[in-house]
T-cell receptor, first 116, second 113 residues
Framework: DTEVTQTPKHLVMGMTNKKSLKCEQH?????MYWYKQKAKKPPELMFV???????INESVPSRFSPECPNSSLLNLHLHALQPEDSALYLC???????????????FGQGTRLTVV | ELKVEQNPLFLSMQEGKNYTIYCNYS?????LYWYRQDPGKSLESLFV?????AVKQEGRLMASLDTKARLSTLHITAAVHDLSATYFC?????????????FGTGTRLQVTL
């Protein structure tokens, strides 16, 4: 099983709503990532979890709140978003190499988020 | 700060022709990846290049890595319409706690009949 599963596939939310994006993998990977991709742009790293601990936060606004409840799950909680936050949100996972660094990242299908 | 640049940004080519996409990066890296993305879809991993001089081929695509020049290339041989997509290179750097993938600007490839 080399799948990273994201739900929902599409989400429309108002600026006062609270919603969550979910990501799940069963490959035994201990590193999980959130990326944001605007139209016609490359993906940009938001957060990295390594062994369920937040390792990297790329200065993401606090209206985005990540959570890693266990080694298979990664959530992204959304609150008070702005229309400019509309984008494709991609989750990825990889193995942590004992040599340092991580192995190849596998990406989920993404959640297309629209903020109205 | 790591910068990853690709050129060209857009490439229109006829079926049967050959072309090369270039990926330059500004600092040393641990790995380099090539991904394909179809419109509205996620990223599909094409190649992982681990060391200087690495060359990998899959079908009509061949990727190479020159770590001294900080340059990777993706060569397309005898293009077919199915190869139309956006191609990203991505540089992987280990920070001591986690790996960070920094993506290039992307090359949108359009293969015409």
């Amino acid at each position: 099983d080399t799948e990273v599963t994201q739900t929902p596939k599409h989400l429309v939310m108002g600026m006062t709503n609270k919603k969550s994006l979910k990501c799940e993998q069963h490959m035994g990977h201990r590193a999980m990532y959130w990326y944001k991709q605007k139209a016609k742009k490359p993906p940009e790293l938001m957060f990295v979890y390594s062994y369920e601990k937040l390792s990297i936060n790329e200065s993401v606004p606090s209206r985005f709140s990540p959570e890693c409840p266990n080694s298979s799950l990664l959530n992204l909680h959304l609150h008070a978003l702005q229309p400019e936050d509309s984008a494709l949100y991609l989750c990825a996972s990889s193995q942590v190499s004992y040599l340092g660094g991580n192995t190849e990242a596998f990406f989920g299908q993404g959640t297309r988020l629209t903020v109205v | 700060e790591l910068k990853v640049e690709q050129n060209p940004l857009f490439l229109s080519m006829q079926e049967g022709k050959n072309y090369t996409i270039y990926c330059n990066y500004s600092t040393t890296s641990d790995r380099l990846y090539w991904y394909r993305q179809d419109p509205g879809k996620s990223l599909e991993s094409l190649f992982v290049l681990l060391s200087n001089g690495a060359v990998k081929q899959e079908g009509r695509l061949m990727a190479s890595l020159d770590t001294k020049a900080r340059l990777s290339t993706l060569h397309i041989t005898a293009a077919v319409h199915d190869l139309s997509a956006t191609y990203f290179c991505a540089v992987d750097r280990y920070t001591g706690t986690a790996s960070k993938l920094t993506f290039g600007t992307g090359t949108r490839l359009q293969v015409t009949l």
